[in-house]
């Protein structure tokens, strides 16, 4: 069975963009979360969706946001990018809500 | 969910068992733990989980006190491969909606050694 895959792999932006990163979950996974990992502050929680519904969101401002779609797919957006914005941003997927969590190999976002 | 406490490095030697250490003692009882690990800028992979019983897959064994608050993950045969940093969480199990994240803490960076 395929893996969590995420696109692209690599990305370099500029202050003020916007950027949007794509999340492919494991067949048959229904919750797609996404984290963010910085040296400073580690991996932190962004958000969850479950059945297209954003189930829960960590402490993140509102230029970070995202969809699923009906085949599960996820979308995550950053608006107005910030240099604190670059991070490596991963995907997670787990059949349901609180099952186990298979991540991908994550985006690293550059912004200049 | 509750915090955990886990040693900031460790080191083993090859082909001896690694034995890492999680503390959770404010654990409720609807509390799982889990153990994820992550290979330097790979994304974190999940090791196993329990809520009371010992646990064992092909990956490790999860051993947790009888009060539940710590628990012991061991690697029995740690191979050069194994060096990551590894996360232990605890986290709640409901059914319905409101899913929270996993909250990583800093995690123990284990060291193989050749």
């Known amino acids: 069975k395929a893996g969590v895959t995420q696109t692209p792999r690599y990305l370099i932006k500029t202050r003020g963009q916007q950027v949007t990163l794509s999340c492919s979950p494991i067949?048959?996974?229904?919750?797609v979360s996404w984290y963010q990992q910085t040296p400073g502050q580690g991996l932190q929680f962004l958000f969850e969706?479950?059945?297209?519904?954003?189930?829960n969101k960590g402490n993140f401002p509102g230029r970070f946001s995202g969809r699923q779609f009906s085949n599960s797919r996820s979308e995550m957006n950053v608006s107005t990018l910030e240099l604190g914005d670059s991070a490596l941003y991963l995907c997670?997927?787990?059949?349901?809500?609180?099952?186990?969590?298979?991540f991908g190999p994550g985006t690293r976002l550059t912004v200049l | 969910d509750a915090k955990t406490t886990q040693p900031p490095s460790m080191d083993c030697a090859e082909g001896r068992a690694a034995n890492l250490p999680c503390n959770h003692s404010?654990?409720?009882?609807?509390?799982?733990v889990y153990w994820y690990r992550q290979i330097h800028s790979q994304g974190p992979q999940y090791i196993i989980h329990?809520?009371?019983n010992n646990e064992t897959n092909e990956m490790a064994s999860l051993i947790i006190t009888e009060d539940r608050k710590s628990s012991t993950l061991i690697l029995p045969h740690a191979t050069l491969r194994d060096t990551a940093v590894y996360y232990c969480?605890?986290?709640?199990?409901?059914?319905?909606?409101?899913?929270?994240?996993?909250?990583f803490g800093k995690g123990t960076h284990l060291i193989i050694q050749p």
């Open positions: 997670a997927s787990s059949i349901g809500q609180y099952n186990e969590q298979f």
């Open positions: 067949s048959g996974h229904r919750s």
């Open positions: 969706y479950f059945s297209e519904t954003q189930r």
């Open positions: 404010t654990i409720s009882g609807n509390e799982y």
């Open positions: 329990g809520l009371k």
């Open positions: 969480i605890v986290r709640v199990a409901r059914s319905g909606g409101g899913a929270d994240g996993l909250t």
